[in-house]
């Protein structure tokens, strides 16, 4: 009995000797870790620090933070309780705070990112008064201060300003792909951002940077630009164009919105993909009607028309979309085609589509003829003298009807043919045979009940 009174003992032995002991001592480590892990003197590299202060370090140990010199008025932290005494309270870490030390995600810190703004925007104003030779690193180094000022105060206004002149220091530091990063988050981070208009002239100006290095022939489909900062890895003039798009697309109703666009058509005329090129300029007249390039989206509208059109054995839905496009013109632009050249250019174009329409009538004439069907060939012919008189397919139209005029509308079948075409059974219901003696009993049921609907087996009949 004793023997097994000591085994049942030695598990309740083992937790009150071992294991107790084992986890007051690390509760304890847990509790000083707090302190040497979160700001003391002996700070460990590996181990994350704290933000906040342990309630238990004396008023000695605690060294007070150095005064942040601001304009503002002082704000009241949410983290710091005046207490002569000192209490729980005072040591107590903020919501925002703990939830930033969970997350990994680092806390707001208004005052350092204020400290970091001053200081990027006084080395800002030294680089703008600097020598050429120096001016592109300073600008360089208070981007760093500028973009460390964005991580401190996420989310906020100083953020929005730090975050603009980050773009600005990029940009005058000849960091044009940086420049365009900084200025397209701003964009999307802040859509109604204060900074709207200027960031978007930023962003226009390195697009026609870039579409004039492509006009250049400097930037090869082949070549790859590893060190070159004022141009992207490679496709100069496709960066330009999206750049371009993402204006627009931030802010329709900013300045720059409809230069954008006409700006992106016109570089797409310029590599002949007229149809990107005619979706920019439909997007620019109905979009931007008060534009001051709707007169010129008009008329390259038209041209893109024109050239997308594939020819006769296509269809003519983009020659009807052009011919409207030249009626809408002249509606709205009178004055504007009161300019001879413009005047010219617009008939030239009104010609073109009647050329086009006029041939594309005769291909389909010449169609219907070689099969023989002279009827319909006749139709088409006679619509290109009533519709284009001055094309030059009238005067072939005018001398195939004086041809055509006395032959058959439809083509003649053979006797053999008509006889072996009989032979087979055929998809036409064949009318149903009846006799006499079948009419005249329907006439006797039709006169003896008038109001009656007659069925469909007694109906109307051909005898043959």
């Given amino acids: 009995m004793k023997k097994n009174h000591q085994q049942l003992d030695r598990p309740e032995r083992f937790v009150r000797g071992v294991l107790r002991p084992f986890f007051g001592t690390c509760l304890l480590a847990a509790v000083a870790g707090c302190q040497s892990f979160g700001g003391g003197s002996t700070t460990r590299s590996w181990f994350p620090k704290l933000p906040f202060r342990s309630v238990a370090t004396s008023e000695s140990d605690t060294q007070p933070p150095p005064p942040v010199q601001s304009e503002d008025p002082p704000r009241v932290a949410s983290d710091s309780v005046t207490n002569a005494g000192g209490s729980l309270v005072s040591g107590l870490p903020s919501t925002n705070r703990l939830v930033g030390y969970v997350t ?3 806390h707001e810190d208004i005052p350092k990112a204020k400290q970091l703004y001053r200081r990027g925007d006084e080395l800002f104003k030294q680089a703008a008064r600097a020598p050429k030779a120096t001016r592109t690193g300073m600008f360089a180094e208070a981007a760093e201060l500028f973009e460390r000022a964005c991580k401190e105060a996420p989310g906020s206004g100083l953020n929005q300003d730090a975050l603009f002149m980050q773009g600005e220091s ?4 000849n960091d044009l ?25 930023r962003l226009f100006s390195i697009s026609k940077y870039w579409i004039d290095v492509s006009k250049a022939g400097d930037d090869a489909w082949y070549s790859l630009n590893f060190f070159d900062t004022t141009r992207p890895l490679r496709d100069a003039d496709g960066h330009a164009i999206r750049v371009l798009d993402q204006i627009r697309y931030d802010d329709p109703t900013g300045k720059l919105a409809d230069d954008a666009t006409m700006a992106a058509a016109a570089e797409h005329i310029r590599n002949e993909q007229y149809e990107k090129a005619d979706e920019f300029l439909t997007d620019l007249r109905e979009t931007f009607t008060d534009s001051d390039h709707l007169f010129l989206a008009h008329l390259l509208g038209i041209r893109c028309k024109l050239e997308i059109y594939g020819g006769p054995e296509y ?5 009807d979309e052009a011919d409207e496009l030249v009626k809408q013109t002249r509606r709205r632009f ?4 009161r300019e001879e050249k413009y005047n010219q250019l617009l008939a030239r174009a009104a010609a073109e589509i009647a050329y086009h329409k006029a041939e594309k009538l005769a291909f389909r004439a010449k169609y219907r003829e070689r099969k023989k069907e002279y009827g319909a060939a006749a139709q088409l012919y006679r619509k290109i003298l009533r519709d284009h008189p001055t094309t030059p397919q009238a005067d072939r139209a005018r001398d195939v009807l004086a041809q055509i005029d006395d032959l058959p509308a439809t083509p003649t079948q053979n006797f053999a043919i008509r006889a072996i075409a009989k032979a087979f059974p055929s998809s036409k219901r064949s009318t149903p045979l009846v006799t006499v003696d079948s009419v005249e009993s329907t006439e006797e049921t039709s006169e003896e009940s008038p109001t009656d609907t007659p069925s469909e087996t007694t109906g109307k009949k051909l005898l043959r």
């Fill in 334 to 337: 009178p004055n504007e085609l």
């Fill in 177 to 201: 792909n940086g420049a365009r990063d900084a200025f397209e988050k701003l964009q999307k981070d802040f859509p109604r951002n204060r900074h709207g208009d200027r960031a978007a002239a």
């Fill in 104 to 106: 990994g995600k680092k």
């Fill in 170 to 173: 990029l940009f005058f530091a």
């Fill in 315 to 319: 269809s003519e839905l983009v020659l």
